[in-house]
Each structure stands twice: as C-alpha cells, then as structure tokens.
C-alpha cells in the first residue's frame, strides 16, 4: 500500500472516528427511559414500570379509548395486549422488560402502523401507568 493510499485511510478513520464513537455509546448504554422511536411503523418507548403493571395501564387505555380488547397476558418478563378499532385495525401492544422496573413498550396499530394513534395510546397507556 503507497503513502497516499495511507493517508487516505487515515483520513477516513480520523473523519469518522467521532461519530462512531456515539453509535457505540448508545449501543453500550441502550435505550434511556422516554425515548420514543417510530421504526417500521411500529412506536417504540422505555418506561418505568413492570410490564404487569404496562399491561394493566394498556387494557385501562383500551376502555377509556373505546378500543375493543381481544386478548391480554402478562408475566414479570412480558406481555401482550391485542384489540381492534371501531374501524376493525388491529391494535397490538407488545411489552418487555428491560430491567427489574422498566419495560420496553411496543405499538403496532394495523399492518402497516398509524404513527398518530399510536402516540395517542402511548400517551394514554402512560397517564394510567
């Protein structure tokens, strides 16, 4: 490999260092409690509860939400809430822990996901939580 070729890597390493940098932070660290990410029309958020007690809040914000409760389970590890619209979407609410108090909570709302009524969910689910 010549000098120039040299410094060209070197360049790029230098250049991109930084920014590498803060992928692996974040992917040492993971996700902080109250990061909302919509990702391949799913709703994604952190939140500081059991997902026993995220499955309680999700089945209170299906009633107040008049969202039609198909099924519901929850263990200390995970949980699942599933319902329909008025519309007939399908509504999933899929929860799991992350740590001993918090839980990674996940929306789905129909196949390809409706980002709007997801947030409105979450921040119900959240309000009973």
């Given at each position: 490999?010549?000098?120039?070729?040299?410094?060209?890597?070197?360049?790029?390493?230098?250049?991109?260092?930084?920014?590498?940098?803060?992928?692996?932070?974040?992917?040492?660290?993971?996700?902080?409690?109250?990061?909302?990410?919509?990702?391949?029309?799913?709703l994604?958020?952190?939140?500081?509860?059991?997902?026993?007690?995220?499955?309680?809040?999700?089945?209170?914000?299906?009633?107040?939400?008049?969202?039609t409760?198909?099924s519901?389970?929850?263990?200390?590890?995970?949980?699942?809430?599933?319902?329909?619209?008025?519309?007939?979407?399908?509504?999933?609410?899929?929860?799991?822990?992350?740590?001993?108090?918090?839980?990674?909570?996940?929306?789905?709302?129909?196949?390809?996901?409706?980002?709007?009524?997801?947030?409105?969910?979450?921040e119900?689910?959240?309000k009973?939580?």
């Amino acid at each position: 490999m010549g000098i120039r070729a040299k410094l060209t890597v070197l360049a790029a390493v230098l250049v991109l260092a930084p920014a590498l940098a803060g992928c692996l932070a974040v992917a040492i660290g993971g996700a902080a409690v109250g990061t909302i990410a919509y990702v391949n029309g799913a709703l994604v958020e952190t939140v500081d509860a059991t997902p026993e007690k995220v499955v309680a809040a999700t089945e209170k914000a299906f009633a107040s939400l008049k969202l039609t409760l198909i099924s519901k389970n929850s263990s200390g590890l995970e949980g699942k809430v599933v319902g329909r619209t008025s519309n007939d979407k399908s509504v999933k609410v899929s929860v799991k822990a992350t740590g001993t108090k918090t839980s990674e909570v996940t929306i789905r709302i129909d196949i390809f996901g409706d980002e709007a009524q997801s947030r409105i969910l979450l921040e119900t689910i959240e309000k009973n939580l």
